[in-house]
């Protein structure tokens, strides 16, 4: 990820439009890794969801005498 290579004295020298370009920009790829970063968490947790109901399903079915084997 790149670090913003301006200062806030530096921007502020900019054009109004400049300013407003640059910060939008900034935002937009800031806004972009951060929501990679919410989907890369919620397929994390889809996984972890996804293992923990195999377990309960292998616990239920040893429990109840069912030789099944869950993937």
Not at 54 to 69: K, P, V
Request: glycine content about 2%; overall charge positive; hydrophobic content about 40%.
């Amino acid at each position: 990820m790149r670090r913003c290579s301006f200062t806030r004295s530096k921007i502020k020298r900019f054009s109004r439009k400049t300013q407003f370009l640059y910060l939008l920009c900034y935002f937009l790829e800031h806004s972009a890794s951060n929501i990679e970063r919410i989907a890369d968490g919620f397929i994390y947790y889809l996984h972890k969801l996804k293992e923990q109901a195999n377990d309960y399903a292998d616990e239920l079915a040893f429990a109840l005498g069912y030789s099944f084997i869950f993937d």
